[in-house]
Protein backbone atom coordinates (compact mmCIF):
# COMPACT_ATOMS: atom_id res chain seq x y z
CA UNK A 1 0.00 0.00 0.00
CA UNK A 2 2.77 2.05 0.82
CA UNK A 3 4.41 1.39 -2.57
CA UNK A 4 1.22 2.24 -4.32
CA UNK A 5 1.07 5.46 -2.14
CA UNK A 6 4.96 6.41 -3.05
CA UNK A 7 4.26 5.79 -6.88
CA UNK A 8 1.33 7.74 -7.04
CA UNK A 9 3.07 10.89 -5.29
CA UNK A 10 5.71 10.42 -7.89
CA UNK A 11 3.83 10.64 -10.81
CA UNK A 12 1.84 13.69 -9.47
CA UNK A 13 5.36 15.41 -8.41
CA UNK A 14 6.21 14.37 -12.11
CA UNK A 15 2.96 15.78 -14.27
CA UNK A 16 3.31 19.00 -11.66
CA UNK A 17 6.90 19.30 -12.51
CA UNK A 18 5.84 18.63 -16.33
CA UNK A 19 4.02 22.44 -16.66
CA UNK A 20 0.64 20.66 -16.20
CA UNK A 21 -1.76 21.03 -13.40
CA UNK A 22 -5.09 19.51 -12.43
CA UNK A 23 -7.82 21.95 -12.30
CA UNK A 24 -10.18 21.41 -9.32
CA UNK A 25 -12.95 24.26 -9.20
CA UNK A 26 -15.11 24.45 -5.97
CA UNK A 27 -18.52 26.00 -6.83
CA UNK A 28 -21.04 28.19 -4.56
CA UNK A 29 -24.22 29.18 -4.07
CA UNK A 30 -24.98 33.09 -4.61
CA UNK A 31 -27.63 35.10 -4.28
CA UNK A 32 -28.57 38.51 -6.42
CA UNK A 33 -27.91 41.82 -3.82
CA UNK A 34 -25.28 40.51 -2.05
CA UNK A 35 -21.48 41.07 -2.60
CA UNK A 36 -19.62 38.14 -4.40
CA UNK A 37 -16.22 37.09 -3.44
CA UNK A 38 -15.73 34.63 -5.86
CA UNK A 39 -12.03 33.33 -5.78
CA UNK A 40 -10.04 32.01 -8.59
CA UNK A 41 -10.72 28.44 -9.41
CA UNK A 42 -14.31 29.09 -7.89
CA UNK A 43 -17.85 29.31 -9.50
CA UNK A 44 -21.39 30.72 -8.01
CA UNK A 45 -24.56 30.11 -9.47
CA UNK A 46 -28.05 31.27 -8.64
CA UNK A 47 -31.38 29.58 -10.35
CA UNK A 48 -33.81 32.06 -12.34
CA UNK A 49 -37.45 30.96 -13.42
CA UNK A 50 -38.76 33.11 -15.54
CA UNK A 51 -42.10 34.66 -14.77
CA UNK A 52 -44.98 34.33 -17.13
CA UNK A 53 -44.85 36.35 -19.96
CA UNK A 54 -41.32 37.69 -19.46
CA UNK A 55 -39.07 36.05 -22.08
CA UNK A 56 -36.15 39.02 -21.73
CA UNK A 57 -33.79 38.68 -18.78
CA UNK A 58 -31.57 41.29 -17.94
CA UNK A 59 -27.85 40.86 -15.30
CA UNK A 60 -26.50 43.99 -13.98
CA UNK A 61 -22.81 43.32 -12.79
CA UNK A 62 -21.26 45.94 -10.49
CA UNK A 63 -17.66 44.69 -9.89
CA UNK A 64 -15.48 46.01 -7.22
CA UNK A 65 -12.81 43.39 -8.34
CA UNK A 66 -11.79 41.88 -11.33
CA UNK A 67 -9.07 39.27 -12.14
CA UNK A 68 -6.57 40.90 -15.72
CA UNK A 69 -7.95 38.16 -17.70
CA UNK A 70 -11.48 38.72 -16.55
CA UNK A 71 -14.43 36.44 -15.67
CA UNK A 72 -17.31 34.65 -17.10
CA UNK A 73 -21.44 35.02 -16.91
CA UNK A 74 -22.64 32.06 -18.54
CA UNK A 75 -26.74 31.75 -18.48
CA UNK A 76 -27.67 27.56 -18.68
CA UNK A 77 -30.38 25.84 -18.93
CA UNK A 78 -30.81 23.42 -15.80
CA UNK A 79 -30.27 20.51 -17.89
CA UNK A 80 -26.97 22.60 -19.79
CA UNK A 81 -25.98 23.24 -15.91
CA UNK A 82 -26.37 19.59 -14.78
CA UNK A 83 -24.54 18.39 -17.51
CA UNK A 84 -21.40 20.63 -16.19
CA UNK A 85 -21.64 19.53 -12.84
CA UNK A 86 -21.49 15.89 -14.13
CA UNK A 87 -19.29 16.12 -16.46
CA UNK A 88 -17.15 19.72 -16.59
CA UNK A 89 -18.69 20.04 -20.66
CA UNK A 90 -19.61 23.17 -20.77
CA UNK A 91 -22.88 24.37 -22.99
CA UNK A 92 -24.64 27.96 -22.69
CA UNK A 93 -27.87 29.77 -23.61
CA UNK A 94 -25.44 32.90 -23.33
CA UNK A 95 -22.20 34.10 -22.52
CA UNK A 96 -19.94 36.81 -21.54
CA UNK A 97 -16.92 37.97 -20.03
CA UNK A 98 -16.72 40.57 -17.37
CA UNK A 99 -13.93 43.23 -16.71
CA UNK A 100 -15.94 46.15 -15.49
CA UNK A 101 -19.43 46.97 -14.84
CA UNK A 102 -21.51 45.19 -17.44
CA UNK A 103 -25.12 45.21 -18.15
CA UNK A 104 -26.69 42.18 -20.73
CA UNK A 105 -30.03 41.22 -21.82
CA UNK A 106 -30.69 37.21 -23.19
CA UNK A 107 -34.16 37.92 -25.17
CA UNK A 108 -36.04 35.14 -26.60
CA UNK A 109 -35.87 32.29 -23.38
CA UNK A 110 -38.98 30.53 -22.30
CA UNK A 111 -40.96 31.47 -19.51
CA UNK A 112 -41.15 29.24 -16.74
CA UNK A 113 -38.32 27.19 -17.80
CA UNK A 114 -35.38 27.31 -15.49
CA UNK A 115 -32.47 28.78 -16.04
CA UNK A 116 -28.75 28.86 -14.23
CA UNK A 117 -27.01 32.04 -13.84
CA UNK A 118 -23.33 30.98 -13.65
CA UNK A 119 -20.10 33.27 -12.86
CA UNK A 120 -16.95 31.78 -13.39
CA UNK A 121 -13.43 32.41 -12.27
CA UNK A 122 -11.92 29.34 -13.68
CA UNK A 123 -10.63 27.75 -16.04
CA UNK A 124 -13.91 25.83 -17.39
CA UNK A 125 -14.94 28.82 -19.78
CA UNK A 126 -13.18 30.34 -22.77
CA UNK A 127 -11.50 32.74 -19.87
CA UNK A 128 -8.06 31.11 -18.80
CA UNK A 129 -7.10 32.20 -15.32
CA UNK A 130 -2.95 33.24 -15.50
CA UNK A 131 -2.31 30.29 -12.91
CA UNK A 132 0.64 33.01 -10.95
CA UNK A 133 0.15 30.93 -7.85
CA UNK A 134 -1.70 34.55 -6.74
CA UNK A 135 -5.71 34.32 -5.76
CA UNK A 136 -6.70 36.81 -8.83
CA UNK A 137 -10.58 36.85 -7.14
CA UNK A 138 -14.20 38.47 -8.17
CA UNK A 139 -15.52 41.11 -6.19
CA UNK A 140 -19.07 42.53 -7.51
CA UNK A 141 -22.51 42.17 -7.16
CA UNK A 142 -25.24 41.55 -9.38
CA UNK A 143 -29.18 42.00 -10.28
CA UNK A 144 -31.51 39.93 -12.35
CA UNK A 145 -34.92 41.37 -13.20
CA UNK A 146 -36.97 40.42 -16.31
CA UNK A 147 -40.07 41.42 -18.65
Same mark, same amino acid.
Given at each position: %???? &???? &???? &? @??????? +??????? @?????? =? /????? =?????????????? +?? +????????? $??????? $???? %????????? =?? /????????????????????????????????? $????????? /???????????????????
Amino acid at each position: %MKLK &LFFL &LGFL &L @ILFGCGG +HITLEIS @ITITPG =E /TVYLN =EGYYGYTTIVLPNG +HP +HLVVTIDVQ $EAPVYGF $EAWL %MTKHQFDVF =ET /TYAVSTVDRTVIFSDKTFTVRGLSPGEEYVLVF $ENGDFGWVL /TDNDSENDRAVFTYSVSSY
